[in-house]
């Protein structure tokens, strides 16, 4: 398995937008599709969207579509996940994920950045 | 986009046989994943590939897939498997990922 830390938590305002990155220990990157899931307080989990990185090619979810970009620095084994414009609902914990690439499965986790919005 | 239903709650004594469905449009044409989830912890998978257990994965933990329904099937449950189910699909007609609701299991 790979181990990912993730940065730490963030507040931020309505509008704004947030980045948040997931390294990788002692892997290259280029071998993984890095994915980031969220789960907002009490709810279930949704993907984000996912980056073959080795490919710099992304997917995302249909509802996140223009407002997310994944992306990932090879060189220091770092994928990142920006979201725009953001609102109260994107208030939950964050987590990026790696495993299998096609079909996708999910073999290690990220503890989670927990991402707060509000006024 | 593909969508998949779970029940919102499963409750068993223990030492009993816990199933929990994953409904879909044919989704035993789709690759199914379980995770189970406990309070302040990411995911952990379960199984993937419909029925293939991860290296460490109780083998009282199994799944299957057939017509419209995906299965997690966890046998003789104990407290310690109190924790929320999720299944994940992937989705290889538009390459995305769906997760289900969740369903919380209690062990009584």
């Known amino acids: 398995q790979v181990k990912l830390v993730q940065s730490g938590a963030e507040v931020k305002s309505p509008g704004s937008s947030v980045r948040v990155s997931c390294q990788a220990s002692g892997v290259n990157l280029n071998s993984y599709t890095v994915s980031w899931v969220r789960q907002a307080p009490g709810q279930g989990l949704e993907w984000m969207g996912g980056?073959?990185?080795?490919?710099?090619?992304?997917n995302y979810a249909e509802r996140l579509q223009g407002r997310v970009t994944i992306s990932a620095d090879v060189s220091t084994s770092t994928a990142y996940m920006e979201l725009r414009n953001l609102r109260s609902d994107d208030s939950a914990n964050y987590y990026c994920?790696?495993?299998?690439?096609?079909?996708?499965?999910?073999?290690?986790w990220g503890q989670g950045t927990l991402v707060t919005v509000a006024s | 986009s593909y969508v998949v239903t779970q029940p919102p709650s499963v409750s068993l004594a223990p030492g009993e046989t816990a199933t929990i469905t994953c409904g879909g449009n044919?989704?035993?044409?789709?690759?199914v994943q379980w995770y189970l989830q406990k309070p302040g912890q990411p995911p952990v998978l379960l199984i993937f590939?419909?029925?293939n257990r991860p290296s460490g994965i109780p083998e009282r933990f199994s799944g299957s897939n057939s017509g419209n329904t995906a299965t997690l099937t966890i046998r003789s449950v104990e407290a310690g498997d109190e924790a929320d189910y999720y299944c994940q699909v992937w989705d290889s007609t538009d390459e995305r990922v769906v997760f289900g609701g969740g369903t919380k299991l209690t062990v009584l």
């Open positions: 590939y419909d029925t």
């Open positions: 980056l073959i990185v080795i490919f710099d090619t992304a």
């Open positions: 994920a790696t495993g299998h690439s096609k079909p996708q499965w999910f073999e290690s």
């Open positions: 044919r989704i035993v044409e789709k690759t």
